[in-house]
């Protein structure tokens, strides 16, 4: 397949090269695409709502949030491109002489392979985005093979997991805890798989709140003074130790990576922006007080 076709009226796909092809049969699975941070080369504009780039893919496994597939671009020809085609399902098509016999001829907005050369050469290649706001997913390339026929076959792996909470018993916590911690573990859900690792790290210290203001039956309390209230009280049960324990640390390390989102404390502190992987890390650590808290 060098080239593919899609019909603006029906939505049918067809696979060939110079103009002619045949249906794709089953669905194709086709999602617009954007790289983040490079310029890969392709139209500019959409080309009567199709987007400049799309993925197609080949697999998907919802085990190990991997997909594989190829990249095509808008074709920089005139748009739409009549093709030759053999769809018998299509009985609306013109019949037409063509290369000693007889094919139907239609017009398709056309796409062809993209070479990304732009990626050649990068020690990190950049995520990538599949689907169009609201309804789209971040993605990280893994790795770039090219097929025997020339074709790039592209890995992506979901950058955060597709179901990052985990399933807790919210009748273990007050009424009022109860409607605000089902909200805002829906907004980590939301942000965990569309928005950026800030509304991540943001919306993981807000779950954690509510958690910890509950435990201290006061939820208007921060995160902060909430953990505060944790160690209080594991220390006025065991006098011995300092209070500390992994669900207060794994919640202060969420607290400490939600003021290292806010500009003047990254500057003050010289650290480094927030990251995918630091959204990892904050979703990692909501999930075990989480779990934790629901074992006792």
């Known amino acids: ?65 991997i997909r594989r597939g190829r990249v095509v671009k808008l074709s920089t020809e005139t748009q739409p491109k009549v093709w030759r085609v053999h769809d018998p399902s299509r009985k609306d098509l013109k019949l037409v002489s063509w290369g000693g016999g007889a094919a139907q001829e239609t017009e398709l907005i056309t796409y062809q392979r993209s070479p990304l050369n732009e990626l050649r050469g990068l020690s990190k290649f950049p995520n990538v985005t599949i689907g169009e706001a609201p309804h789209h997913s971040i993605w ?11 074709a790039l076959l592209l890995t992506l792996k979901a950058v955060r997991s597709l179901g990052v909470v985990p399933d807790i018993d919210l009748n273990k916590y007050s009424a009022p805890a109860r409607k605000e911690l089902k909200r805002a573990l829906e907004q980590v859900e939301v942000s965990a798989n569309k928005l950026s690792p800030k509304d991540t790290v943001d919306r993981c210290r807000d779950a954690l709140s509510i958690a910890f203001g509950d435990l201290a039956d006061d939820l208007k309390i921060d995160l902060g003074p909430g953990i505060k209230k944790y160690i209080e009280r594991n220390k006025a049960k065991d006098p011995k130790r300092d209070g500390q324990d992994l669900i207060s640390k794994n919640a202060d390390i969420v607290r400490l990576l939600h003021s290292r989102c806010k500009p003047n404390e990254s500057h003050k502190h010289s650290t480094r922006p927030i990251d995918e992987e630091d959204a990892n890390l904050a979703l990692n650590c909501l999930w075990f007080v989480l779990t934790e808290l629901d074992a006792r």
């Open 140 to 150: 990280s390339l893994l790795s770039i093979e090219k097929q025997y026929d020339g």
């Open 1 to 65: 397949m060098r080239e593919l076709g899609i019909c603006k009226q029906t939505g049918r796909v067809y696979e060939g090269s110079s103009g002619s092809g045949i249906p794709v049969e089953g669905r194709s699975n086709l999602f617009p695409m954007a790289f983040h941070e490079t310029s890969i080369d392709a139209p500019a504009h959409r080309e009567d709502g199709f987007p400049p780039l799309l993925f197609r893919e080949d697999s998907f496994d919802p085990i190990t949030k």
